[in-house]
Nanobody, 130 residues
Framework: VQLQASGGGLVQAGGSLRLSCAASGFNLDSFAIGWFRQAPGKGRKGVSSISRTRGLIYYAGSVKGRFTISVDNVNNTARTVYLQMDSLKPEDTATYYC?????????????????????WGQGTEVTVSS
């Protein structure tokens, strides 16, 4: 299992960034995959995740209407997961992680809980200036 995140950077409040996660090495149709973030001094929190098994998408309340998760299929064992982030706020500043869960049938609430995810990529830093 490989997860490679990229796309972070510095942006002004109100701006946009698109994060990418190159995922490979497992049957992605049976996994849940998504994005988490961790701000300095705080715990890791779910941002957005998708379960193709159940056709569910999770968004944290703080990002609903501003962030969009999408998947670009390369083949059955490789695809890129994007997180389009618009109308960014300083409170979105964090290290963002791509993660995958072998529990592809997670429900909506569980999709946002990091404890269900056993595979993690390296983080990509997002800084939003005011």
């Amino acid at each position: 299992v490989q997860l490679q995140a990229s796309g972070g950077g510095l942006v002004q409040a109100g701006g946009s960034l698109r994060l990418s996660c190159a995922a490979s090495g497992f049957n992605l149709d049976s996994f849940a995959i998504g994005w988490f973030r961790q701000a300095p001094g705080k715990g890791r929190k779910g941002v957005s995740s998708i379960s193709r098994t159940r056709g569910l998408i999770y968004y944290a309340g703080s990002v609903k209407g501003r962030f969009t998760i999408s998947v670009d299929n390369v083949n059955n064992t490789a695809r890129t997961v994007y997180l389009q982030m618009d109308s960014l706020k300083p409170e979105d500043t964090a290290t963002y992680y791509c993660a995958a869960s072998q529990y592809g049938g997670l429900g909506s609430a569980a999709l946002g809980y990091h404890g269900w995810y056993g595979y993690w990529g390296q983080g990509t830093e997002v800084t939003v200036s005011s």
